[in-house]
């Protein structure tokens, strides 16, 4: 009987939901509405149902199930699946253990924080594949950030490592959604560069942005900086200027052998990725920049729940 892993990302709108090979092949896949307007309990169990789908396919493909693993927004007490700090796009999540869905489902869950998932699945299967070591970020509506070094995640002592969205970008600057002041994410996720460009596009009367500043997004602001378009170009350039600084302070610090951008900032193409690397560059040493490679992520909206999956891969090491 062929193995297959299960994994499950926990998204604010969606639960993505999926089985892997042991080599990383995708099986299945599905998504399911979150609901977190309905309440916790109807988020669990939506967890449950996802859950019990996954083993159902499994069982009709006569595949042995090898257990579930779960990436979850917050920070997570890993091994033990208990959300320890805060969740914003699940308000009252914390405080919620994971351990009980093992009863539930009468099956091995493992959780553990989404952004970990979405490097380890990166690593295992994508872009960081064959590297040893690396810094992975994905930025949309937040920014989350993991560490990999020698094969293995870096949680940090009380499992909260990689929180690269809430590094200190400027002190005493934009409030961020998390209450403090200055964060990378204030001034680099999405909603910033939207800001940013619609602004800009007030200054430039030319820009193709101006017809579209109550419905902008980030796919409208990049498909104008491709077509070369003024106030895109130095919403994009500012927005890598300053996510490329704090890149590059990340490079000085843990001198990885990869940066992987995924998220929406990923979809930007390889122009956005180039100008990001040239910033990154600029704040690193050369010592660790020689070297460096700076990659988009190529799971897509998968990574997460193929991270997840990858939980249950070797229990000791990951």
Request: proline share 3%; hydrophobic share 40%; glycine share 14%.
């Given at each position: 009987m062929k193995k297959v892993y299960a994994g499950i990302d926990l998204g604010g709108t969606f639960i993505k939901a999926g089985l892997i090979s042991p080599g990383g092949a995708r099986i299945s896949y599905f998504k399911i509405p979150t609901e977190v307007e309905s309440g916790l309990n109807t988020v669990r169990d939506n967890l449950i149902k996802a859950g019990k789908r996954l083993i159902s396919i499994s069982g009709r493909k006569r595949m042995k199930l090898c257990g579930i693993g779960i990436g979850s927004p917050g920070t997570?007490?890993?091994?033990?699946?208990?959300?320890?700090?805060?969740?914003?796009?699940?308000?009252?999540?914390?405080?919620?253990?994971?351990?009980?869905?093992?009863?539930?489902?009468?099956?091995?869950?493992?959780?553990?924080?989404d952004a970990n998932c979405m490097a380890l699945g990166e690593y295992m299967f994508g872009a960081g594949r064959g590297t040893r070591s690396g810094f992975y970020i994905t930025i949309g509506t937040g920014i989350g950030g993991a560490f990999i070094y020698n094969g293995r995640l870096i949680r940090g002592?009380?499992?909260?490592?990689?929180?690269?969205?809430?590094?200190a970008l400027k002190y005493n600057g934009k409030k961020c959604k998390c209450g403090r002041r200055g964060c990378v994410e204030a001034y680099t996720a999405v909603p910033a560069l939207i800001q940013s460009a619609k602004k800009l596009a007030k200054k430039h009367p030319y820009?193709?942005?101006?017809?579209?500043?109550?419905?902008?997004?980030?796919?409208?602001i990049f498909d104008a900086f491709k077509k070369g378009d003024r106030a895109a170009s130095e919403a994009v350039r500012l927005n890598a200027a300053m996510l490329g600084s704090a890149v590059g302070s990340v490079v000085n610090l843990f001198n990885p052998e990869i940066v992987?951008?995924?998220?929406?900032?990923?979809?930007?193409?390889?122009?956005?990725?180039?100008?990001?690397?040239?910033?990154?560059?600029?704040?690193?040493?050369?010592?660790?920049?020689?070297?460096?490679?700076?990659?988009?992520?190529?799971?897509?909206?998968?990574?997460?729940?193929?991270?997840a999956a990858?939980?249950?891969f070797d229990k000791n090491n990951r």
């Open positions: 997570v007490r890993y091994p033990e699946g208990i959300v320890t700090d805060s969740s914003p796009n699940i308000p009252g999540w914390v405080g919620t253990s994971f351990g009980g869905l093992s009863a539930d489902l009468k099956i091995e869950v493992r959780a553990d924080n002592a009380s499992y909260a490592a990689g929180e690269f969205g809430h590094t820009s193709s942005l101006r017809k579209k500043l109550d419905g902008l997004t980030s796919h409208m992987v951008v995924g998220g929406g900032l990923a979809e930007a193409g390889k122009k956005y990725i180039d100008e990001l690397r040239k910033n990154i560059i600029a704040f690193a040493f050369g010592s660790a920049a020689n070297s460096l490679k700076i990659r988009s992520a190529r799971l897509g909206n998968s990574a997460g729940w193929i991270g990858c939980l249950n």
